[in-house]
Nanobody, 116 residues
Framework: QVQLVESGGGLVQAGGSLGLSCVAS????????MGWYRQAPGKQRELVAL????????TYRDSVKGRFTISRDNAKNTVYLQMNGLKVEDTAVYYC?????????WGQGTQVTVSS
């Protein structure tokens, strides 16, 4: 079993920066893709960024390209999301994601609030 625990959310003014971290623990050997999704009130959960096991492939939703950077440290079983130039519309609960074999794994979520 794998547990994902996020940290780093909070309140920031528009234009500011925040960094999120997600640590995987437990049976982490077969973890493949990791990433971040978000869900704003009244909206569906949406992809923010994904990173392959090697880190060689990174995928971003269009609205965060050039502002957000995803990275991972496999030695620490950790995936990061550096968010710069935050906008009010980035406000959401951010969820860590990992794929392991055929399973999709989720963290409990961390709130990011961007004020105008």
């Amino acid at each position: 079993q794998v547990q994902l625990v996020e940290s780093g959310g909070g309140l920031v003014q528009a234009g500011g920066s925040l960094g999120l971290s997600c640590v995987a623990s437990g049976s982490t050997l077969s973890i493949n893709t990791m990433g971040w999704y978000r869900q704003a009130p009244g909206k569906q959960r949406e992809l923010v960024a994904l990173i392959s096991n090697s880190g060689g492939t990174r995928t971003y939703r269009d609205s965060v390209k050039g502002r957000f950077t995803i990275s991972r440290d496999n030695a620490k079983n950790t995936v990061y999301l550096q968010m710069n130039g935050l906008k009010v519309e980035d406000t959401a609960v951010y969820y860590c994601y990992a794929s392991r074999n055929a399973l999709e794994l989720w963290g409990q979520g961390t709130q990011v609030t961007v004020s105008s």
